[in-house]
Nanobody, 114 residues
Framework: QLQLVESGGGLVQPGGSLRLSCAAS????????IAWFRQAPGKEREGVSC????????YYADSVKGRFTISSDNAKNTAYLDMNNLKPEDTAIYCC???????WGQGTQVTVSS
């Protein structure tokens, strides 16, 4: 059964860092593009970043460029989102997705607050 499971969210102070993980099972990341999305209360879902396992190309939303880094480890079948210099506006539920499909993880909550 194809499954994505996110972890690594939590409460962090502004300026802090978190690493989110997206563990895949039932398929291999190799050959797919994995995306991270986020949704804050009362706001639409926003695409944050994605990475192609074919050529390693990446995309970042302007709001996170220079602060977030996406990566994937095919040996661990896991994608990561390293988030630095977090801001209160980064507070949201973060989900990973196989790009272009309806396969989503359950999400992990990130709260940035002092």
């Amino acid at each position: 059964q194809l499954q994505l499971v996110e972890s690594g969210g939590g409460l962090v102070q502004p300026g802090g860092s978190l690493r989110l993980s997206c563990a895949a099972s039932g398929f291999t990341l190799d050959g797919y593009t994995i995306a991270w999305f986020r949704q804050a209360p009362g706001k639409e879902r926003e695409g944050v970043s994605c990475i192609s396992s074919l050529d390693g190309s990446t995309y970042y939303a302007d709001s996170v460029k220079g602060r977030f880094t996406i990566s994937s480890d095919n040996a661990k079948n896991t994608a990561y989102l390293d988030m630095n210099n977090l801001k209160p506006e980064d507070t949201a539920i973060y989900c990973c997705n196989i790009w272009g499909t309806d396969y989503w993880g359950q999400g992990t909550q990130v709260t940035v607050s002092s």
